[in-house]
């Protein structure tokens, strides 16, 4: 992928969103735009984030289709309520500054489809930086953030791994930006039905999508609404639990900006005979949490993840599914939870 230089000079007419920074507060919109930046918003739940570029012609649905669905039309971004959580620019590698790094202190690293990821803090800030390792890339991708992780800024290498990059980059800092506000990205899979929204969790490899596809399968009228990252968001004002499709579906390509009222969650086990048991409120609590992406290392942030399941827990129902990959298991589940 070849992305064309461009200087940071100034621009005399590009989409311009006037964002106002109040401690950790979102930032919220300003009626103010122009044209050509290459800014756009996405709303993805109940709440919308930015990109912005200074590549000519740059739009971030292009690099990532999953995107699409969720792009905020340009009519509608000045009436719209929601409050953009983060901002990203993205920049071409060629016209961005090497920086010192050596004064990050790292708080975590893991890695996941051959890719490995480091979160680091710069003491005494707000500032945070994201390295991601790429499969097949030799050479690391640095995002540096701050206003914790309110705005940042990302320069691609020009290679078939920016899209890995972005996309998950755009994945982890939703998920830290909507954890202090009743919102959580599940790993789960969801089958919407009869206007409700069933949320099955488990362990990678556990059968989340075999199950799922198992009530596709044999009960009439179910749709997927999500394969693998759902949004969960629990109104405090009217009790109402929402889960939402997202641009994050794991393997299977479901992008759908769609939400609907969230009617049980299911933790499946693999075993050799299928039994479903409603859980208590502490095993509920239990099955939720580990479901949940979060940056444990962040007090602040895993605090607001478990008050959000601790909601979650004690207004919607959670089962147990000890089951086999068959028909009569996902019958079981549906006549037991609907």
């Not at 605090?303 to 086999?324: D, F, S």
Request: contains cysteine; negative net charge.
């Amino acid at each position: 992928m070849n992305y064309p230089s461009a200087s940071f000079g100034k621009l005399e007419e590009y989409i311009y969103l006037y964002v106002v920074h109040t401690n950790n507060n979102p930032i919220t919109i300003q009626k103010r735009m122009k044209e050509e930046r290459n800014a756009q918003l996405f709303r993805v739940g109940p709440c919308l984030f930015g990109t912005s570029s200074s590549i000519p012609g740059w739009k971030s649905e292009e690099l990532i289709p999953s995107l699409s669905p969720f792009l905020l039309p340009e009519k509608e971004i000045l009436e719209n309520k929601s409050k953009i959580i983060f901002s990203l620019n993205i920049q071409p590698e060629k016209g961005s500054n090497e920086k010192d790094n050596s004064q990050y202190h790292q708080l975590v690293e893991f890695e996941w489809e051959g890719a490995t990821c480091r979160i680091s803090a710069l003491p005494g800030t707000d500032s945070h930086l994201i390295s991601i390792l790429a499969p097949n890339d030799t050479k690391e991708y640095s995002a540096y953030f701050h206003s914790d992780f309110a705005t940042g800024t990302l320069s691609l290498h020009e290679t078939e791994a920016d899209a890995f990059v972005l996309n998950n980059i755009l994945m982890m800092v939703y998920a830290f930006k909507t954890a202090c506000t009743d919102t959580v990205l599940m790993h789960a899979s969801v089958i919407k039905k009869d206007g409700k929204g069933y949320l099955f969790l488990g362990k990678s490899g556990t059968g989340k999508s075999t199950h799922t596809r198992l009530w596709l399968e044999n009960i009439p009228g179910c749709e997927l609404l999500n394969d693998d990252n759902p949004i969960v968001h629990y109104n405090k004002e009217t009790g109402e639990t929402t889960v939402y499709g997202s641009p994050w579906s794991g393997k299977t390509p479901c992008y759908k900006d769609d939400s609907v009222p969230a009617g049980a969650f299911v933790r499946l086990e693999q075993a050799p005979e299928n039994i479903i048991k409603k859980e208590g409120a502490a095993r509920a609590f239990a099955s939720l949490l580990p479901a949940c992406s979060c940056l444990k290392v962040v007090e602040e942030l895993n605090n607001g993840v478990i008050e959000t399941v601790k909601l979650l827990a004690a207004n919607l129902p959670v089962y147990h599914l000890k089951c086999l990959p068959d028909r009569a298991a996902a019958e079981l589940s549906f006549n037991t939870i609907r």
